[in-house]
C-alpha cells in the first residue's frame, strides 16, 4: 500500500487548504483507521485527525471545529479539510494508514505554510 498526500502550500491566517491523500494498492480491510498527523519544524509528529472505516472521526484539541476529515473507500481517497488556519498549523502533514490486512503506511509530507 502507498499514500500520496498533496494539496499543501501557503496561505494567510484565516484561509482554507484541503489536502487529499490518495491510496494505491489493495486495502480490502476489515478494520482500518485513516490519520493525518503534522510536524512542526523542531517539533514531534503529532495526531491531528483521525477516521475508521466505519466513518467515526476524532481531533487534536488544537483543531477541532476548524478541521475535517473525511473519506472515501470506493475512491480508496482521504481528504483533510483545513479552515480558519493558524500560524499554529504550520508544518508538514502526513498521511498515515493502518489497517489489519494492508499494515501500517506513511505517505510523504506535504508542507502547509501559514502567515499571519
Known amino acids: 500500500v502507498q499514500l500520496q498526500a498533496s494539496g499543501g502550500g501557503s496561505v494567510q491566517a484565516g484561509g482554507s487548504l484541503r489536502l487529499p491523500c490518495a491510496v494505491s494498492g489493495s486495502i480490502d480491510d476489515n478494520m482500518r483507521v485513516m490519520s493525518w498527523y503534522r510536524q512542526a519544524q523542531g517539533k514531534q509528529r503529532e495526531l491531528v485527525a483521525t477516521?475508521?472505516?466505519?466513518?467515526?472521526?476524532d481531533y487534536a484539541d488544537s483543531v477541532k471545529g476548524r478541521f475535517t476529515i473525511s473519506g472515501d473507500n470506493a475512491r480508496k481517497t482521504q481528504w483533510l479539510q483545513m479552515n480558519m488556519l493558524k500560524p499554529e498549523d504550520t508544518g508538514v502533514y502526513y498521511c498515515y494508514l493502518a489497517g489489519d490486512l494492508s499494515g501500517r503506511s506513511w505517505g510523504k509530507g506535504t508542507l502547509v505554510t501559514v502567515s499571519s
Open positions: 477516521i475508521t472505516i466505519d466513518g467515526t472521526t
